[in-house]
Nanobody, 123 residues
Framework: VQLQASGGGSVQAGGSLRLSCAAS????????MGWFRQAPGKEREFVAA????????VYADSVKGRFTISRAYAGSTMYLQMNSLEPEDTAVYYC?????????????????WGQGTQVTVSS
């Protein structure tokens, strides 16, 4: 199983980045997918999730209205469009494939994890 996250980088506050996560179709087409992040010295936290069809999404309150998660119907590639970035968004971002088909916030609801991609937002 491989999950490949990409698109991280360094931007100034107010800028935008788009993260991508490519998974094998065999392991992701009927499963929800999600993004988590971990800042230095903090626990990994939920960011956003999308169900297997791409038609239902959930977001952490801290990113609602600024971030948009998406995927094609049963698609194996997921995206996270991040706008109006803030220094507090600085973290390593991880993509994951869920155990089930519905979008979920819980860490334990995910079974496959990709390597992280660093996002750094400067003030």
């Amino acid at each position: 199983v491989q999950l490949q996250a990409s698109g991280g980088g360094s931007v100034q506050a107010g800028g935008s980045l788009r993260l991508s996560c490519a998974a094998s179709a065999r392991t992701s087409s009927n499963n929800a997918m999600g993004w988590f992040r971990q800042a230095p010295g903090k626990e990994r936290e939920f960011v956003a999730a999308v169900n297997w069809t791409g038609g239902s999404t959930v977001y952490a309150d801290s990113v609602k209205g600024r971030f948009t998660i998406s995927r094609a119907y049963a698609g194996s590639t997921m995206y996270l469009q991040m706008n109006s970035l803030e220094p507090e968004d600085t973290a390593v971002y991880y993509c994951a494939v869920a155990r089930g088909s519905g979008a979920t916030r819980g860490f334990s609801g995910y079974k496959y994890w990709g390597q992280g991609t660093q996002v750094t937002v400067s003030s």
